[in-house]
């Protein structure tokens, strides 16, 4: 009996609710046939079965809510009865925010039965808990070292972090953990995914003065809430903003519109301004960066994947252009137009949402001019792009109309002064100003 | 051909918890036992010790009355009924031995009374019968180790010399008992019998008794001993026994010892017979094994006595629920740095954990907290006032590294020391522990007290 438990998917999933059975009891299966679709905060997956075999049972219905670990399907590989478990059930209880342990990799739910089967008579731990379970000297020795203990693995009876396990724990991570002092928040000393600052706010009870109705938020949402929490309590903001002069840009668009339309693609400005990024960030690596606090250091990354804030349906998503500098300008259109209309259908896999270095929004589509876009931690600048509008400018002692494009950039003002962002700005101006400079580079 | 998933050769305190817990576990298990249910401990160790030992602190209580303020007219009158002692010790291991029998039975375990003989790893024979199994626990235990000394042999066939064994049976109350020997098991009965009234007389090789505790415990029993009239004669080297007599070089000189009865003491040797077809890995302690209580053997287990690292029915039950876990497909691992041990003397001694010479020779930076028992009520209120409780205490983090204590129950206070140890415990939550008052335990966070260095009840 092989028991098919929800595994990590992805970066940060750790939970999904169950849309749809491709399976049912009985049905005989190959490896790679997909068991069921599961939605998940980022995305909607169909999860492939990794043996061959009979179903023997489903654990789960749709419209549950698994969480990684749990097992959802009893498939009979042939690997006898001997290794099969004892009637777990998968209890759901939601989860109120009290209990939700914070820094803990994922909210794992396991049945109240504790599976013995002979090959695995591990006892799996609950994970949910407010306080995470530690010796007096394990909590001293996590001070001393900066370690975050709610971080670590316990091995210790109901999964008590025990010293040992901290020494486990630094060794697993050395080079990444010196300083003594450690932001709970930082990501780079914590394991992938869930990991989101949850501010000490007071939580009072919003008074309500009349009538009102209460809709809970979609996992995306959510997703969108914790990231901006993060984004703006650990980055230091700051913005600065220009108007671009874009008037070659437009001519050279407009004339290459129809060429593109041809090879079926839809020219937009993105790419161009993508062209220029990537320029502008090869000269500048300090934009392209992570800031690691607990090392001191800066991450200068040599890959260049750009990120497009996107408008679903569902909220905000930002799926990611990857080695744009070993692209050219159609292929980066095309690459935008694929990526956009898989986030919109909610299409895109995880990867695709993974591993950005840089990130563009463009509230210009909608109509706006100016903003002050929140960086995508752990990314150090933002780049928001405006309306292109006709605009009378001065140029050379002469009112004329212009194609302005007004810009926005916010930066991680940690690592990067007002000064790097004005000099940033200005290499990107000359870019977009002078497209030809693009296309020769 | 009977099939079992676990079988266990022998039922001492190691094997028989082990084959309850194979059982528990849902193995199909056997024991097999070619003595008593309940091995050495419950038959001719730890419990039969302990019931002489009780009577032995009634009659002594009974005649140092006066120091509570009660007078004994005629003491003459008070007698010794060893027969009656021993008769009660039998029934206290009749009681236990037949409880393990119910346990085992009551649990499903099928239980061979006969000597086990490994034909091979899966396969063993017992009074003609074979059994066959998936895995095996070798818990067959120790005997005393009779060393080769001239004479020896001689002196045990008459009766003179004796093992553990056979001075738990006394037929009469010898007037001079020689202990050859001065650990555990040497002290217990030198306490027993200078209790009962025996002039005791104990030769040791080294320079101190009890060699493996913590050296101001080891000097604190010497003196207690002392002062009872025990006499301890350190730097011995036996030459050889004749009859009653054991003659030894101390110094350089040459002295002969005359007792009743010589009780030869030297330590334990592994019960390896029946098991020579397992071409198992041993050393001169015993059979090889790891944390989990794996041999060089796979599916073969070795669990107490018979691998020579504690000689301790505790740590025998506690290896063998340990090694059915790893049979079991649960990763268990024994931790043999928080072992207990505990003395019956009068008063006891128990300690777990590092001792302070050992925890400095490993490089720690430690702090130590004694408290003496003569500033404790409770032992005032008692009269006992000998004795004392030391903690030895990792200064980094105040964790304790040992517990050391003597005190007339110290058997029974270790286990807040065990425990504390357990949970990776420091000196603060000793300290801070609130300890009924009055009792012995107090002394436990006074000690811890003074190791943080402000002790209420005394003075730095």
Redesign the interface.
């Known amino acids: 009996m092989f028991e098919f438990k929800f595994a990590d998917i992805g970066e940060g999933i750790h939970e999904g609710v169950l849309l749809k059975w491709f399976v049912k009891e009985g049905d005989t299966i190959k490896e790679g046939d997909s068991l069921f679709l599961v939605e998940t905060d980022k995305v909607n997956a169909e999860i492939p079965s990794p043996v061959d075999g009979k179903i023997d049972k489903l654990l789960a219905e749709v419209g549950d809510t698994i969480h990684v670990g749990n097992t959802v399907v009893i498939i009979d590989d042939g690997s006898g009865a001997g290794d099969i478990t004892r009637g777990i059930e998968i209890k759901q209880e939601p989860l109120s925010e009290e209990e939700k342990g914070a820094g803990v990799v994922g909210e794992i739910e396991i049945s109240s039965e504790v599976i013995e089967s002979s090959d695995e008579g591990k006892q799996e731990e609950k994970e949910m808990k407010t306080k995470v379970l530690a010796t007096p000297v394990a909590r001293k020795l996590a001070k001393d070292l900066g370690i975050d203990i709610n971080l670590v693995k316990g091995t210790g009876p109901a999964g008590r972090v025990m010293k040992e396990d901290l020494h486990e724990y630094k060794k697993k991570n050395e080079g990444i953990i010196e300083s003594k002092y450690i932001k709970e928040t930082n990501v780079f000393a914590q394991p992938l995914g869930d990991t989101f600052l949850k501010p000490e706010i007071k939580r009072e009870e919003i008074k309500i003065y009349g009538e009102v109705e209460r809709v809970p938020i979609s996992r995306v949402r959510k997703t969108i809430s914790e990231n901006m929490v993060l984004s703006k309590s650990v980055i230091p903001h700051t913005s600065v903003m220009d108007d671009f002069d874009v008037t070659e840009l437009v001519k050279l668009r407009t004339e290459q519109k129809n060429m593109a339309k041809e090879k079926g693609i839809s020219l937009t400005y993105m790419p161009f301004i993508i062209k220029a990024l990537t320029i502008a960030l090869r000269e500048f690596p300090v934009f392209n960066s992570s800031f690691d606090n607990i090392k001191d250091e800066i991450i200068y990354k040599k890959y260049y994947n750009i990120g497009i804030a996107t408008d679903t349906p569902d909220g905000l998503m930002v799926p990611v252009i990857k080695e744009v500098d070993n692209k050219g300008i159609l292929e980066i259109g095309k690459d935008i137009e694929t990526i956009v209309e898989k986030a919109r259908t909610k299409t895109i896999s995880l990867e695709e949402l993974y591993g950005g270095t840089f990130t563009i929004t463009n509230y210009g589509a909608l109509g706006s001019s100016y903003g002050v876009p929140v960086i995508r931690y752990p990314e150090v600048a933002i780049l928001g792009i405006g309306k292109i509008d006709k605009k009378p400018v001065v140029l050379n002692d002469e009112i004329v109309i212009r194609h302005m494009m007004p810009v926005s950039l916010s930066i991680d003002h940690r690592i990067i002064d007002g000064g790097d962002a004005g000099r940033f700005l200005l290499r990107l101006k000359e870019l977009l100003g002078n497209p030809m400079l693009l296309l020769l580079s | 051909m009977k099939q079992y998933d676990i079988l266990v050769l022998g039922a001492g305190p190691g094997g028989y918890v082990a084959a309850i817990k194979a059982a528990q ?1 849902g193995a199909k298990t056997a024991v097999v036992e070619a003595g008593e249910l309940g091995g050495v401990c419950l038959n001719v160790g730890c419990i039969p010790t302990k019931t002489l030992l009780k009577s032995a602190k009634v009659y002594e209580s009974i005649m140092n009355a006066e120091k509570y303020g009660i007078d004994i007219k005629d003491k003459n009158s008070v007698a010794i009924n060893l027969d009656a002692m021993v008769k009660r010790k039998n029934q206290a291991v009749r009681r236990l031995t037949s409880g393990v029998k119910m346990l085992l039975e009551k649990n499903g375990v099928d239980i061979y009374k006969g000597f086990g003989e490994v034909v091979d790893k899966n396969t063993i024979k017992v009074n003609d019968e074979i059994l066959n199994t998936k895995n095996l626990i070798i818990a067959t235990g120790s005997s005393p180790m009779i060393p080769d000394i001239e004479g020896i042999k001689e002196s045990f066939e008459q009766g003179y010399a004796v093992t553990s064994t056979e001075v738990l049976d006394p037929k009469e109350l010898p007037e001079h008992l020689i202990v050859v020997g001065a650990g555990t098991i040497s002290i217990e009965f030198a306490t027993l019998y200078n209790a009962l009234g025996s002039k005791v007389t104990i030769l040791q090789r080294s320079p101190r008794i009890l060699s493996g505790i913590d050296k101001d415990l080891s000097e604190a029993m010497a003196k207690v001993l002392t002062k009872k009239g025990v006499k301890i004669i350190y730097g011995v080297k036996h030459k050889k026994f004749e009859g009653n007599k054991i003659i030894v070089e101390v110094n350089g000189e040459e002295k002969t010892f005359e007792g009743d009865k010589i009780l030869v003491s030297l330590g334990r040797t592994p019960n390896l017979k029946g098991l020579e077809k397992l071409n198992l890995e041993t050393d001169r302690k015993g059979i090889i094994t790891d944390e989990r209580l794996r041999t060089n053997i796979e599916g073969v287990y070795a669990i107490g006595d018979i691998n020579g690292k504690h000689l301790l029915a505790h740590v025998a039950s506690a290896e063998g629920i340990i090694a059915v ?1 790893n049979i ?4 268990s691992k024994m931790s043999y740095d928080r072992i207990p041990s505990c003395i019956y003397s009068f008063p006891e001694i128990a300690t777990v954990g590092m001792t302070e010479d050992e925890a400095r020779e490993k490089g720690y930076d430690i702090i130590v907290g004694t408290f003496p028992l003569s500033a404790n009520g409770k032992a005032l209120a008692e009269g006992d006032r000998d004795g004392f409780v030391k903690i030895v205490a990792n200064k980094e ?1 105040g ?1 304790i590294l040992g517990v050391h204590m003597m005190a007339s129950t110290a058997t029974d206070m270790i286990a807040e020391g065990v425990m504390t140890m357990e ?4 000196l ?2 000793i300290a801070r522990g609130i300890h009924p008052h009055p009792t012995l335990s107090e002394t436990v966070m006074e000690a811890a007290h003074l190791a943080l260095g402000s002790p209420i009840h005394t003075l730095k």
């Open positions: 576990m876990e079991m497909g649960k990763d983090y964790e949970l990776e415990g420091t603060e939550d």
